[in-house]
């Protein structure tokens, strides 16, 4: 099935015959006629009954019914691969961890939006492992995160390096310093991420090097959330001066000594990768950002 028939039948029912829709559609009269039988014979059913006046036959009505959405899903495809020609239309799958995923990669999409507004986007948020395994069955094209286990299949570059601070609430013992050590933490309530979160393995093992395991845990999966728990005193949280950029009232940042532990935030991408045009823009735009992104 031929899409000019198509297009043709639907011009001759808006236009109610067959010589203005030849007009419309710059084709003589007899391809028109030969358009249209082709079509009735191709689908085994008369479309048109033809007369003083053009009417539609209950086949015919139901036909022009699917074929104009038929044809405007053809105009759309047609121009969205005209686009992708040009590198300016397309669908990214992109993953992207938190903090990153709340904070600053709002802001990039709607800059690359802005630029390509044809490009429709789905997003991913999970953990950089969890990223990882999402990219290798081909469910993302790439993500934004932090560096997952090593993998054959994916290669991962970092951008920029966080660094870790102290958020306390404001009516904290230790909110009138400006800095702490990690023996200010003993018999504190400290919130921590997942216990597999390779950050959270990172500080734990540093505080118990210092104070054992004198200190209780409150462990909250989401690590965007702490900042609320930290709110209400239910403990203090550890975790990237990202993640701890804005803070909420009654509570506060804290430097913290004695905790080595710089965090990466980078680009996860397939090996031997070769995308479409628009995720090589978006990518491009990614990295001058995050290049230029260091926490202060």
């Given at each position: ?257 004695g905790i080595q532990v710089s965090p990466p935030v980078g680009l996860l991408r397939k090996t031997n990768d070769t995308p479409g045009r628009a995720v090589l823009q978006f990518i491009d735009l990614i990295e001058s950002r995050l290049h230029q992104h260091q926490p202060s």
């Amino acid at each position: 099935m031929e899409i000019r028939a198509i297009r043709t039948f639907a011009t001759i029912v808006k236009y109610g015959n067959f010589l203005k829709a030849a007009e419309a559609l710059n084709y003589s009269q007899p391809t028109i006629t030969l358009h249209i039988k082709h079509l009735e014979e191709e689908i085994g059913e008369k479309l048109l009954e033809r007369g003083k006046t053009l009417k539609l036959t209950a086949s015919g009505q139901l036909f022009y019914e699917r074929a104009n959405s038929l044809l405007n899903e053809y105009e759309k495809l047609t121009k969205t691969l005209q686009d992708l020609e040009v590198g300016i239309a397309g669908f990214i799958r992109i993953g992207v961890s938190e903090p990153t995923a709340s904070l600053e990669f709002p802001a990039l999409l709607a800059e690359f939006k802005e630029r390509f507004p044809n490009v429709e986007f789905s997003v991913q948020v999970a953990d950089a492992n969890t990223l990882s395994s999402l990219l290798s069955h081909d469910e993302i094209d790439f993500a934004i995160c932090g560096a997952p286990e090593a993998s054959m299949e994916n290669s991962y570059k970092p951008l920029f390096q966080d660094d870790i601070v102290l958020l306390v609430p404001s009516s904290h013992r230790l909110a009138e310093k400006d800095a702490v050590e990690v023996t200010d933490l003993e018999n504190e309530t400290i919130l921590f991420t997942p216990h597999n979160c390779p950050i959270r393995i990172q500080i734990e093992q540093q505080i118990v090097d210092v104070i054992g395991t004198n200190y209780k845990k409150l462990e909250i999966t989401s690590s965007m959330s702490h900042k609320h728990y930290v709110q209400a005193g239910l403990g203090v949280s550890l975790f990237t001066r990202t993640a701890h950029s804005f803070t909420l009232p009654g509570t506060k940042v804290l430097e913290i000594k004695g905790i080595q532990v710089s965090p990466p935030v980078g680009l996860l991408r397939k090996t031997n990768d070769t995308p479409g045009r628009a995720v090589l823009q978006f990518i491009d735009l990614i990295e001058s950002r995050l290049h230029q992104h260091q926490p202060s």
